[in-house]
């Protein structure tokens, strides 16, 4: 395999790290108005995050600044292609992230109650976005090859608003919803767990009607594709894996069904990374002015260099990533919450 | 109209702006995070309930910070891409290069401790708990190595070649970017100024206390280790400033000139540095001065008897140089000048030299004064608490120097800036773009500053348990606590 393919693969690692990870602290984000009846509910749903959001947007960064070096051209032109879409997410996780540190700061129900809309929308926005920005990118953009070298996006925000790229969006959102409330079921005790377990079980089947019809949409688009196979094995793990969470839920072994779900966004989002190959945009304007991972990739030295980084450094990730889920383990309810703190 | 909807124009208003206003955090977060170690590793070490209080303290401070260094962080990776993709596919294989790493190694790491710090005050063992703080601060520091690599590229670039036919800038040695003599030099120069920062910041919190005689014995403390702090980093921002001045003459003497307003090559006596001056608007003719004769030389060369070039000197061997030839097209910029704004560098590396060196002369008249264990009167407290964003101005005018500094290029002698721009974002969107993040941030940062007053203000928290004991007196740590609930 040539290092190009090897870092379409390492940038795949990174983006699903993401997904998965940031993906059920989203998810916890949005279950605040649904769950959170009270202050303590709500104070106990942030805190099943609290520890680990930080770490888990981390990978958006790495994710960012990996496509830099490794594909200089796909972070040029999608993000100067989706600005205003990037702008908004950008605004959603400033809002996001000062919220979660800035929330209980203060006393008062109107500074709270604020903080906890930033985290809600916070929360919605970017899932939404990505999965609209990363439909489009299958279904494909109106990209040309430039004089100088490079690629121009010549549409507008307006362009990625269409029906797949919006499927794509609902879809990422129920994704990510269902796999917090999952989370919080997880990693709560008492009433609250079965309130999240209950909604877990409504929110799951309509992410799996939204998921199956946006797969085998993605699957229909790609008919001509040489890798139809692997979209469509990708595709069958990720909704087999949906089904399985969504049963494992409704027996309520918790454990499973949160492992399901990080499976199932895995794979979807493995689905989309081979309906790209080989391209990371395909043009809609004609095919021939798709962006190929080969034509995007930095130099071989660049490629090398950054290999032997990320093998030696994101095995040491994971492991201290993993200790750090570890040491906060223990489930958390509402006794936890001292007094004090109202 | 077309002015005002310039989307180079607008992309750099953006650009600084947010590169600004993310560096107000990113130094307290570096100084702070140093400082609290220290104090928690007094504290674990001598087991004086006072150093732990004061770690609590400005530990709370370094959060509420921090929250901001992480989120404005995120705005400076990707305006590459939405602002300036041309200069990202352009030097993306070596610029990106440091980022990645940036993120691979550093970014991971200090983002997991500082959770690990947080919340795992009752959860972890006394020092492993204590391990987390100076990870993180090792994470932040590594961090801003990598982010320094990538911005010294930008200043002096090296270990690349140019891909002609690929029409890009290419790695050939990650050595030669990682070890840019302008990246060794900025480095020590950035943290330590960080440092003082930190220094001034628990300075002023501590004096505000004493003003109010509050917490008398933990204040005295936190004030004269602050102001040791202040001294011992400005003797460190001193020396590396000097180091960094003449490594930027011989990379990039352009801005050594434009920092003086100096026209023609001077040489000895004549290459004086001037305190102050004022000259007709564009800057080239004075009309009054105070300078101090050799002093520009050995700024610039270390030496008394050096010669310094002058911009007059520099301009017309920099259009021999750039302005001919295949290459002219990213290097020469399309009004023909090599010169930056003189005014701003002019003024920006007085103010980054004076700040830094006011605040070190107040830290030392504070410890003078505050050495023996009386009475002072009001003034002192307040010029202790104004001394606070001294060092955050030095750093503030000091970047602003750089960046301004080496203009007209976003890669010194091999792009210029304007070669850089995103093709194809129309004005109104960087436009928007920069009215959101104007007042997102501008928003953001009353909310920050109040909750740093208030925090500093509420004093020392009480301690109702010892850390990594356990309530229960079992000498175990008590998982079911939450150590902190948001």
Same mark, same amino acid.
């Given at each position: ?342 | ?345 002019? =003024?920006?590396?007085?103010?980054? %030299? ?6 070190? !002369?107040? $830290?030392? *008249? @504070?410890?003078?004064? &505050? ?7 009001? =003034?002192?407290?307040?010029?202790? %608490? ?6 955050? !101005?030095? $750093?503030? *005018? @000091?970047?602003?120097? &750089? ?84």
């Amino acid at each position: 395999m040539d290092l190009t393919t090897v870092w379409f693969l390492i940038v795949g690692v990174l983006l699903i790290g993401y997904f998965v990870l940031d993906g059920f602290d989203f998810g916890v984000g949005i279950s605040l108005p649904f769950l959170g009846k009270d202050d303590t509910d709500r104070r106990v749903l942030i805190n099943t995050i609290g520890p680990v959001w930080d770490l888990n947007e981390t990978w958006l960064i790495v994710a960012g600044a990996s496509l830099f070096a490794a594909f200089p051209e796909w972070y040029a032109t999608m993000f100067s292609g989706f600005y205003l879409a990037l702008l908004l997410i950008l605004v959603a996780l400033i809002f996001r992230g000062v919220s979660f540190e800035y929330r209980h700061q203060n006393k008062g129900q109107k500074w709270t109650r604020w903080f906890d809309q930033f985290i809600f929308w916070g929360s919605v926005l970017p899932p939404v976005l990505w999965g609209v920005a990363f439909a489009n990118l299958v279904q494909g953009v109106p990209i040309r090859p430039m004089d100088g070298g490079g690629w121009i996006y010549e549409g507008t925000l307006l362009t990625l608003l269409n029906p797949y790229g919006l499927l794509g969006g609902i879809c990422m959102l129920l994704l990510v919803f269902n796999h917090g409330l999952v989370f919080v079921s997880l990693k709560t005790i008492g009433d609250i767990r079965d309130r999240a377990q209950a909604l877990a079980k409504k929110v799951g089947i309509a992410t799996i009607v939204v998921g199956a019809a946006f797969l085998v949409w993605t699957i229909i688009m790609r008919l001509e594709s040489e890798s139809l196979l692997l979209i469509v094995i990708c595709a069958a793990v990720a909704a087999v894996a949906l089904i399985g969470a969504w049963i494992a839920n409704a027996v309520r072994r918790e454990g499973w069904a949160f492992a399901g779900n990080a499976v199932a966004i895995a794979f979807a989002l493995l689905a989309i990374f081979m309906a790209l190959f080989p391209n990371l945009m395909h043009s809609s304007l004609d095919p021939a002015y798709s962006m190929s991972i080969e034509g995007a990739a930095s130099s071989q030295k660049t490629l090398e260099l950054m290999t032997w980084v990320a093998v030696f450094t994101l095995p040491l990730v994971l492991a201290y990533q993993a200790w750090t889920y570890w040491i906060f383990r223990k489930r958390l309810s509402r006794e936890m919450i001292p007094a004090a703190a109202h | 109209m077309n002015e005002i909807l310039d989307p180079l124009v607008l992309a750099r208003w953006q650009f600084g702006l947010t590169t600004l206003y993310h560096f107000i955090f990113v130094p307290l977060t570096i100084g702070l995070s140093l400082l609290v170690a220290i104090l928690q590793t007094v504290w674990v070490r001598t087991g004086k309930v006072k150093y732990l209080k004061l770690t609590k303290l400005f530990g709370k401070i370094f959060l509420i910070n921090f929250a901001m260094g992480i989120v404005t962080g995120i705005v400076q990776e990707f305006q590459f891409g939405m602002n300036w993709s041309n200069y990202s596919r352009f030097v993306g294989d070596i610029f990106g290069a440091p980022l990645a790493m940036e993120g691979l190694i550093a970014f991971f790491f200090e983002a997991t401790f500082i959770g690990l710090w947080i919340f795992g005050w009752d959860k972890l063992p006394k020092r492993l708990h204590l391990m987390t703080i100076w990870f993180t601060w090792i994470g932040t520091t590594v961090s801003a190595y990598f982010i320094l690599a990538a911005n010294a590229f930008m200043q002096n670039p090296q270990g690349f070649e140019i891909n002609a036919e690929k029409g890009r800038a290419e790695l050939l040695d990650i050595g030669a970017v990682l070890t840019n003599p302008i990246a060794l030099s900025q480095f020590p120069h950035t943290i330590f100024a960080a440092i003082m920062f930190g220094g001034t910041v628990m300075v002023a919190v501590a004096a505000w206390h004493l003003k109010r005689n509050q917490y008398v014995d933990e204040m005295r403390t936190a004030l004269r280790f602050g102001a040791w702090t202040n001294i011992v980093a400005f003797l460190g921002v001193g020396l590396t400033g000097h180091t960094l001045g003449m490594t930027m003459t011989q990379a990039q003497p352009m801005k050594m000139a434009a920092a003086e307003a100096l026209y023609n090559n001077a040489s000895g006596a004549d290459a004086s540095f001037s305190l102050f001056s004022l000259g007709t608007p564009d800057g080239a003719h004075e009309i009054f001065s105070v300078r101090i004769p050799y002093l520009l030389s050995f700024l610039s060369n270390g030496t008394f008897d050096g010669s310094v070039e002058g911009i007059r000197n520099l301009q017309s061997d920099y259009t021999a140089m750039y302005c001919s030839g295949p290459d002219t097209l990213l290097t020469c910029p399309s009004d023909g000048q090599f010169a930056p704004v003189i005014w701003i560098t002019y =003024w920006t590396f007085r103010w980054m %030299i004076g700040l830094g060196a006011l605040a070190t !002369l107040v $830290s030392a *008249v @504070g410890l003078w004064i &505050t050495r023996k264990n009386k009475e002072l009167p009001n =003034w002192v407290w307040k010029v202790a %608490i104004w001394t606070a964003p001294i060092p955050m !101005l030095a $750093s503030l *005018v @000091g970047w602003t120097f &750089t960046e301004m500094g080496r203009q007209p290029w976003i890669v010194f002698g091999v792009m210029t800036t304007e070669q850089g721009v995103s093709p194809g974002v129309p004005g109104w969107a960087v436009l928007t773009s920069l009215i959101v993040f104007t007042l997102v941030y501008g928003g953001l940062a009353v909310v920050e500053f109040k909750l740093i007053f208030k925090a500093a203000k509420a004093g020392l928290p009480e301690i109702e348990h010892l850390p990594g004991e356990g309530g229960d007196g079992t000498g175990e740590p008590d998982p079911q606590k939450l150590a902190t609930v948001y």
